[in-house]
């Protein structure tokens, strides 16, 4: 199965600072890459595909890119409602396996 | 509307079964592959199996294979979740989800339905 791994775990921010989230694959995963984010008490929502395909509808502050087995999302500005947790995923290979979460809140 | 809609959970005792349902609406439910993915209370996000357009392909996580199987009803735009043997580690908010093909990513969720596994 290819491992996800995600840095940090966490993090403080506040409205209005840019960030970034790394993400890792145990081995390559082309650019099969996915940036859910996921609000409490909420479903998942898909922001970016593909690695770098920005959802229609999503916001554009936010940016994915990488390739093989390294991977970034970045949030440009934060905003309150970027304050949740994000969770990269390889669409690859099955399982569909997932990073353990990076959580937002804030400063 | 794009709208996912699961139903199904509830309390149910170790070694039980349960059924989940997930209904579709607002896309042509027979041209998406589809997927259950759960959350344990306060863990992150696990895949646990998907099924293809016409349910002929179908794949499973470890942690449940041989326990539950995945369906669907393309006429009833309804996917289903056969869950059998369950153990309180099955405990979780189950989500069902459409894939949408060439990225393969989950671009549809549901809200989710939650299964508590307890004695």
């Known amino acids: 199965d290819i491992q996800m791994t995600q840095s940090p775990s966490s993090l403080s921010a506040s409205v209005g600072d840019a960030v970034t989230i790394t993400c890792r694959a145990s081995q390559s995963i082309s650019t099969f890459l996915s940036w859910y984010r996921q609000k409490p008490g909420k479903a998942p929502e898909l922001l970016i595909y593909?690695?770098?395909s920005l959802r229609r509808g999503a916001p554009s502050r936010f940016s994915g890119s990488g390739s093989g087995t390294e991977f970034t999302l970045t949030i440009s500005s934060l905003q309150p409602e970027d304050f949740a947790t994000y969770y990269c995923?390889?669409?690859?290979?099955?399982?569909?396996?997932f990073g353990p979460g990076t959580k937002v809140d804030f400063k | 509307q794009l709208q996912l809609v699961e139903s199904g959970g509830g309390l149910v005792k170790p070694g039980g079964s349960l059924t989940l349902s997930c209904e579709a609406s607002g896309f042509t439910f027979s041209d998406f592959f589809m997927n259950w993915v759960r959350q344990a209370p306060g863990k992150g996000l696990e895949w646990i199996s998907y099924i293809s357009r016409s349910g002929s392909m179908k794949e499973y996580a470890e942690s449940v294979t041989g326990r539950f199987t995945i369906s669907r009803d393309n006429a009833k735009r309804s996917l289903y979740l056969e869950m059998n043997s369950l153990r309180v580690e099955d405990t979780a908010v189950y989500y069902c989800?459409?894939?949408?093909?060439?990225?393969?990513?989950?671009?549809?969720w549901g809200k989710g339905t939650t299964v508590t596994v307890s004695s």
């Open positions: 989800a459409r894939e949408v093909a060439n990225h393969n990513n989950m671009d549809v």
């Open positions: 593909g690695t770098s």
């Open positions: 995923q390889q669409s690859y290979t099955t399982p569909r396996t």
